[in-house]
C-alpha cells in the first residue's frame, strides 16, 4: 500500500518597524462654547478672555480620561491661540477643554499694580503671587492685584463647563468626569490631566498640589516660580512632566518650582548648568531618541516669532504663533513628539501608555499579528501558520506463518492445539476481524468427523490502531474411532477486517 502525505508550512512574518505619527496641522475645534453660556453669571472682559474649546476624538480613540489646558498669562492668549496643542491632546483621545479664565491679570507688573517681575517674592506682600493665583483659582477675595468673582473663577468656569457639555452632548461622555458627590458638581480630578503654559502652568501646579490629579503638565516658565508657593501636595511628583524652552526668560527661576516638586534634586539643572545654549547637548528633545526616558524635557528648536516679540522663546512651546515648524507649516515634529510624551504618550505614536499594546516603540497601527495583546513592534511576535499531513483511509490485515497441529495420532481421542498472529492496522472509528466458517479440515476426498475451532483474541476495535497484535488459536478435536487417512489435513480460512466508521 502507498502512502502519501501533504505538509503545508506557513513562515512567521517580521514585525513592521514602527515610526511616530507625523505632525499635522490642527483639528478643527470639536466644539465652541462661551463661557456666558456654560453659566449666564460668567461676564467677559475687555479685551475678551474668549471662548472655551473643545476637541474630542472618534470614540474608538478615546481613553477615558479628560485633559485641562490653562493658557500662558496675558491679554492675547486666549484659547484660539492654542489650536495645535489642544487638537493633538484631542488626537491622543483625551476629551479635550481648553479653558477660558481669568489670565489677563498684571501678576508680573510692578507693585502696587502687580506682584513684580523679580526672582524673589516682593516684600510688599510676600504672598503677592499666591494671593492672586488663589483669586483668579476660586474666586474667594483675597488679593488686591485682581477683582475675581467665584462666577469669573477657574473652578466655576470648569464646573459648569462640565456641566453644560454633559447635558448638552450626553452621548460624548462627559458626564463620567463629573463628581456630584459634593455641594456642587466638580471635576473627577483622579481621571483629568491638569496641563498649563506659564501662569497657566502656576495655576496647573496649584491644582495637583490641592488635589490627586492623574497627571500634571507645565510647559514653559513662569514669573513666579521661585516666590515661594510651589510645593508638592495631593498628587505624586511621578505625575507631573515639564517642557520648557532652553533660552526662555524664566528658565533658570523655574527650575526652582522643579526642585519643590521633586523633579530636581538641585538648580541649575545637571544637563543645563549655563548659557549659551549647546545645540548638540544630548539632553535636549531634538537631540534624544525616542522614548526620551525623562519627564523633564528641555528643547531649544528655532521658534518663529509672529507677531515679532523680544523673547518668542518663553510661549514657543505652545502660542501658535511661536511655535517652531516644518517646511510644510505644521508644527516641529520634535515639539510635537515632547507634547505627546509630556500627556502620556511616551513613545510619541498617537497612542496613550495607557492603551499602546506596545508603549516603548512607536507603532501607531498597533498590529498585533498573533492577537497575544503586544504589539508586534515589541515583539517576539509569532504569526499563526499550519503543519499537517492527509491520512489515507486504511485497513490492513497481515498473518503471521500458517499454524500446523502437527501429526494426528490414529485410534486415540486428542484435542490439538495451534497458534499464529495477526497484525492489524485501522484508521477507521472503529474496526472488526473475523474468519470464514472454518468447517472442517480435509484430505483430498476425506475430511475430519469434528469441526475446526478458530478463536480471535482481541476482535474488535473501537479506535484507530496500528500494527495491533491478535493472537488467533486453532482446536481440533480427533476422537479414538476417527478414521484417518495417510497425507495432511488442512483448510483454507479467510480473515477479514472491517469497519462500520471509515
Given at each position: 500500500?502507498?502512502?502519501?502525505?501533504?505538509?503545508?508550512?506557513?513562515?512567521?512574518?517580521?514585525?513592521?518597524?514602527?515610526?511616530?505619527?507625523?505632525?499635522?496641522?490642527?483639528?478643527?475645534?470639536?466644539?465652541?462654547?462661551?463661557?456666558?453660556?456654560?453659566?449666564?453669571?460668567?461676564?467677559?472682559?475687555?479685551?475678551?478672555?474668549?471662548?472655551?474649546?473643545?476637541?474630542?476624538?472618534?470614540?474608538?480613540?478615546?481613553?477615558?480620561?479628560?485633559?485641562?489646558?490653562?493658557?500662558?498669562?496675558?491679554?492675547?492668549?486666549?484659547?484660539?491661540?492654542?489650536?495645535?496643542?489642544?487638537?493633538?491632546?484631542?488626537?491622543?483621545?483625551?476629551?479635550?477643554?481648553?479653558?477660558?479664565?481669568?489670565?489677563?491679570?498684571?501678576?508680573?507688573?510692578?507693585?502696587?499694580?502687580?506682584?513684580?517681575?523679580?526672582?524673589?517674592?516682593?516684600?510688599?506682600?510676600?504672598?503677592?503671587?499666591?494671593?492672586?493665583r488663589m483669586e483668579i483659582l476660586n474666586g474667594l477675595e483675597k488679593?488686591?492685584?485682581?477683582?475675581?468673582?467665584?462666577?469669573?473663577?477657574?473652578?466655576?468656569?470648569?464646573?459648569?463647563?462640565?456641566?453644560?457639555?454633559?447635558?448638552?452632548?450626553?452621548?460624548?461622555?462627559?458626564?463620567?468626569?463629573?463628581?456630584?458627590?459634593?455641594?456642587?458638581?466638580?471635576?473627577?480630578?483622579?481621571?483629568?490631566?491638569?496641563?498649563?503654559?506659564?501662569?497657566?502652568?502656576?495655576?496647573?501646579?496649584?491644582?495637583?498640589?490641592?488635589?490627586?490629579?492623574?497627571?500634571?503638565?507645565?510647559?514653559?516658565?513662569?514669573?513666579?516660580?521661585?516666590?515661594?508657593?510651589?510645593?508638592?501636595?495631593?498628587?505624586?511628583?511621578?505625575?507631573?512632566?515639564?517642557?520648557?524652552?532652553?533660552?526662555?526668560?524664566?528658565?533658570?527661576?523655574?527650575?526652582?518650582?522643579?526642585?519643590?516638586?521633586?523633579?530636581?534634586?538641585?538648580?541649575?539643572?545637571?544637563?543645563?548648568?549655563?548659557?549659551?545654549?549647546?545645540?548638540?547637548?544630548?539632553?535636549?528633545?531634538?537631540?534624544?531618541?525616542?522614548?526620551?526616558?525623562?519627564?523633564?524635557?528641555?528643547?531649544?528648536?528655532?521658534?518663529?516669532?509672529?507677531?515679532?516679540?523680544?523673547?518668542?522663546?518663553?510661549?514657543?512651546?505652545?502660542?501658535?504663533?511661536?511655535?517652531?515648524?516644518?517646511?510644510?507649516?505644521?508644527?516641529?515634529?520634535?515639539?510635537?513628539?515632547?507634547?505627546?510624551?509630556?500627556?502620556?504618550?511616551?513613545?510619541?505614536?498617537?497612542?496613550?501608555?495607557?492603551?499602546?499594546?506596545?508603549?516603548?516603540?512607536?507603532?501607531?497601527?498597533?498590529?498585533?499579528?498573533?492577537?497575544?495583546?503586544?504589539?508586534?513592534?515589541?515583539?517576539?511576535?509569532?504569526?499563526?501558520?499550519?503543519?499537517?499531513?492527509?491520512?489515507?483511509?486504511?485497513?490492513?490485515?497481515?498473518?503471521?506463518?500458517?499454524?500446523?497441529?502437527?501429526?494426528?495420532?490414529?485410534?486415540?481421542?486428542?484435542?490439538?492445539?495451534?497458534?499464529?498472529?495477526?497484525?492489524?492496522?485501522?484508521?477507521?472509528?472503529?474496526?472488526?476481524?473475523?474468519?470464514?466458517?472454518?468447517?472442517?479440515?480435509?484430505?483430498?476426498?476425506?475430511?475430519?468427523?469434528?469441526?475446526?475451532?478458530?478463536?480471535?483474541?482481541?476482535?474488535?476495535?473501537?479506535?484507530?490502531?496500528?500494527?495491533?497484535?491478535?493472537?488467533?488459536?486453532?482446536?481440533?478435536?480427533?476422537?479414538?474411532?476417527?478414521?484417518?487417512?495417510?497425507?495432511?489435513?488442512?483448510?483454507?480460512?479467510?480473515?477479514?477486517?472491517?469497519?462500520?466508521?471509515?
Amino acid at each position: 500500500m502507498t502512502f502519501r502525505q501533504c505538509i503545508v508550512v506557513a513562515a512567521a512574518g517580521l514585525a513592521p518597524l514602527g515610526f511616530t505619527a507625523d505632525a499635522r496641522a490642527a483639528d478643527p475645534a470639536t466644539h465652541t462654547i462661551a463661557p456666558s453660556v456654560a453659566d449666564p453669571a460668567t461676564t467677559d472682559t475687555s479685551p475678551t478672555r474668549g471662548n472655551n474649546l473643545v476637541w474630542l476624538a472618534a470614540p474608538e480613540r478615546r481613553v477615558g480620561k479628560l485633559l485641562v489646558f490653562l493658557p500662558l498669562g496675558g491679554m492675547l492668549n486666549i484659547p484660539t491661540e492654542f489650536e495645535e496643542f489642544g487638537s493633538e491632546a484631542g488626537r491622543l483621545g483625551y476629551h479635550t477643554i481648553v479653558l477660558a479664565y481669568r489670565n489677563e491679570a498684571p501678576v508680573a507688573m510692578a507693585p502696587p499694580v502687580g506682584c513684580g517681575n523679580g526672582v524673589e517674592a516682593s516684600t510688599a506682600p510676600p504672598n503677592c503671587a499666591i494671593d492672586a493665583r488663589m483669586e483668579i483659582l476660586n474666586g474667594l477675595e483675597k488679593s488686591a492685584t485682581v477683582n475675581v468673582n467665584r462666577a469669573g473663577s477657574i473652578e466655576n468656569r470648569l464646573n459648569k463647563l462640565l456641566v453644560h457639555l454633559a447635558a448638552t452632548y450626553p452621548s460624548e461622555g462627559w458626564g463620567q468626569f463629573i463628581d456630584t458627590g459634593g455641594t456642587e458638581p466638580t471635576p473627577k480630578w483622579s481621571q483629568t490631566v491638569i496641563a498649563g503654559g506659564s501662569f497657566g502652568a502656576g495655576q496647573a501646579a496649584i491644582i495637583a498640589a490641592e488635589h490627586e490629579v492623574h497627571r500634571a503638565v507645565l510647559i514653559t516658565g513662569w514669573t513666579d516660580a521661585k516666590h515661594g508657593w510651589v510645593k508638592l501636595g495631593a498628587t505624586p511628583q511621578n505625575r507631573f512632566a515639564t517642557l520648557i524652552h532652553a533660552r526662555e526668560e524664566f528658565f533658570a527661576r523655574t527650575c526652582f518650582a522643579y526642585v519643590a516638586l521633586g523633579l530636581a534634586p538641585v538648580c541649575p539643572l545637571a544637563e543645563f548648568p549655563v548659557l549659551p545654549v549647546v545645540a548638540t547637548n544630548p539632553a535636549l528633545v531634538e537631540n534624544r531618541p525616542l522614548p526620551f526616558g525623562t519627564r523633564q524635557l528641555v528643547f531649544n528648536i528655532e521658534p518663529i516669532n509672529q507677531p515679532p516679540i523680544a523673547n518668542p522663546y518663553h510661549p514657543s512651546p505652545l502660542r501658535d504663533g511661536y511655535l517652531p515648524r516644518e517646511a510644510n507649516g505644521a508644527p516641529a515634529q520634535k515639539l510635537v513628539n515632547a507634547w505627546r510624551s509630556s500627556l502620556g504618550d511616551s513613545d510619541a505614536d498617537t497612542r496613550l501608555d495607557q492603551v499602546d499594546n506596545c508603549p516603548l516603540v512607536a507603532n501607531a497601527e498597533q498590529v498585533d499579528s498573533d492577537a497575544n495583546g503586544t504589539g508586534d513592534a515589541c515583539g517576539p511576535t509569532f504569526a499563526q501558520g499550519t503543519v499537517g499531513g492527509a491520512v489515507p483511509a486504511t485497513l490492513a490485515l497481515t498473518l503471521g506463518t500458517p499454524a500446523t497441529f502437527g501429526a494426528f495420532v490414529p485410534g486415540v481421542t486428542r484435542t490439538y492445539d495451534a497458534t499464529t498472529t495477526a497484525s492489524v492496522i485501522s484508521t477507521a472509528g472503529d474496526a472488526a476481524l473475523t474468519v470464514s466458517d472454518p468447517g472442517h479440515l480435509t484430505n483430498g476426498a476425506f475430511s475430519l468427523p469434528e469441526p475446526l475451532r478458530v478463536t480471535l483474541n482481541p476482535a474488535s476495535w473501537t479506535a484507530p490502531v496500528s500494527n495491533a497484535a491478535v493472537s488467533v488459536a486453532f482446536t481440533q478435536l480427533v476422537k479414538a474411532t476417527d478414521a484417518l487417512r495417510t497425507g495432511t489435513y488442512s483448510k483454507v480460512l479467510t480473515f477479514t477486517l472491517s469497519t462500520t466508521t471509515p
